[in-house]
């Protein structure tokens, strides 16, 4: 061979000159360092997907060729679902109608489905009443808490204060204020970070989020509920963007009252009933404002005072809404046998991931995350704030990758573990660069 050919066969050349082998001029470009890292990424992301202990869940949900990270605001549709509804709508309902209370078992269907929430909130069985809104049972949370605080114009404690994550979904702080007014009792704003000096004689009951819907922040439930029950008031931990991304361990920290919705991370379709957690040793004094036949302890007694049912029961108000509960009871079959420990090191997993080819397919400077690095403080989502955020998510949407966007800058991307995969975060980060 000669001298020309070896050159021309060596791996890596740049280009071989005509004048050298006799043929019009050949160029082989090297791979852009970009290009390196983009074929790096992806093989990480093959490796992480094939170890992925979680990965056969994905196929227990409806889901198409698009990047779906907006589990944070509702979940994918669990394959169980349509048959069971389809069930409920015409056998149960078309064909048993009015027995099904009894025989197909709609009567007991919001302390049953409560019961299969519980483990995923680290909460033994009996605690848990499934029904209403978010909304509904923040209201029966926080009035319940300040009177079993002995709080507002009517209670002997002297406690006439409820603290509000001032940074919480609005709904929450407009449930907060009437609840206040309702009490009798002052509402006082504040960041969870001065949750402890804001704390005092005076405080009745805390309402806190256990993830932060706009950045993601975890914040830290253990310590806070002790230094709530150091001062003598009552904890409400709202669960939304935590019960089913991370262990939340209700019993385990002496949460008093808890709520969360059913439609982000556990599946249960738009508008699924919420839940109301009551600590065990609280129920026998829990007094809801919402009394309902359905709490009474005589429902078909229809008698025209109200004697509290035992238990979580109490939570109970009005005629269960049995479509979208049964239909969520079916939603949560995919978390039979799954560990939320599991669960948990894939959200942070994912999230690292996502982070880390951010940086390298995202210009410099382009977009700042909002979402703390640190895992002890860090939700199951991703929140980046960047210029002209809503166009950036339309543009994304548009190219298959679907997440969110908060007013005014804010990007939220959502980690399902449940059915995420590496290979959708790489791709996701990867639109997001070539859009930016």
């Known amino acids: ?180 007014r309702l009490t009798g009792c002052t509402l006082r704003p504040v960041a969870p970070g001065e949750v402890l000096e804001a704390l005092g004689e005076r405080t009745a009951a805390v309402l806190l989020n256990h993830v932060d819907y706009r950045t993601g922040r975890l914040h830290d439930l253990p310590s806070l509920t002790a230094a709530i029950h150091q001062a003598g008031a009552l904890a409400v931990w709202d669960l939304c963007h935590s019960a089913g991304a991370l262990p939340v361990g209700l019993d385990e920290h002496g949460v008093d009252l808890a709520v969360g919705c059913t439609y982000k991370y556990l599946n249960g379709g738009p508008g699924s009933p919420a839940y109301l957690y009551v600590r065990q040793d609280h129920q026998s004094r829990f007094d809801s404002p919402l009394p309902g036949w359905n709490s009474h302890a005589d429902p078909f007694g229809m008698t025209p005072d109200f004697t509290p049912a035992p238990g979580a029961l109490r939570g109970r108000v009005g005629t269960p809404d049995i479509l979208s509960m049964l239909a969520l009871e079916a939603a949560l079959e995919v978390w039979d046998d799954v560990s939320i420990t599991a669960v948990r090191a894939k959200s942070l997993a994912l999230t690292d991931f996502f982070l880390e080819c951010v940086e390298a397919y995202v210009p410099q400077g382009a977009v700042e995350s909002v979402t703390p690095s640190a895992h002890a403080e860090r939700g199951s989502q991703v929140a980046l704030r960047c210029d002209g955020a809503g166009e950036v998510m339309r543009r994304l949407i548009e190219h298959g990758v679907i997440g969110d966007f908060r007013e005014p800058d804010v990007l939220r991307f959502g980690f399902t573990p449940l059915y995420v995969g590496f290979g959708d975060v790489e791709r996701a980060a990867r639109v997001l660069g070539e859009i930016l």
Do not use: C, H
């Open 1 to 180: 061979m000669s001298e020309s050919e070896v050159r021309a066969s060596e791996v890596g050349a740049s280009e071989v000159r005509a004048s050298e082998v006799g043929v019009p001029e050949l160029r082989v470009p090297e791979l852009r360092e970009s290009e390196v890292r983009v074929s790096e990424l992806r093989v990480k992301a093959e490796k992480l997907d094939s170890a992925d202990e979680l990965a056969q869940l994905r196929a227990q949900f409806v889901l198409d060729d698009t990047v779906y990270l907006d589990g944070n605001s509702l979940g994918a549709l669990p394959r169980s679902v349509p048959g069971r509804v389809e069930d409920v709508v015409r056998r149960q309902w078309g064909s048993l109608r009015i027995r099904s209370w009894d025989e197909s078992g709609w009567w007991t269907a919001p302390e049953r489905i409560g019961d299969r929430i519980a483990p995923l909130v680290g909460a033994a069985a009996g605690q848990i009443v499934v029904g209403d809104s978010t909304s509904v049972n923040v209201f029966k949370a926080v009035v319940g808490a300040v009177r079993l605080a002995g709080g507002g114009r009517e209670g002997a404690s002297g406690r006439d204060e409820i603290l509000v994550d001032a940074t919480t979904f609005p709904t929450d702080g407009y449930i907060a204020a009437s609840a206040a």
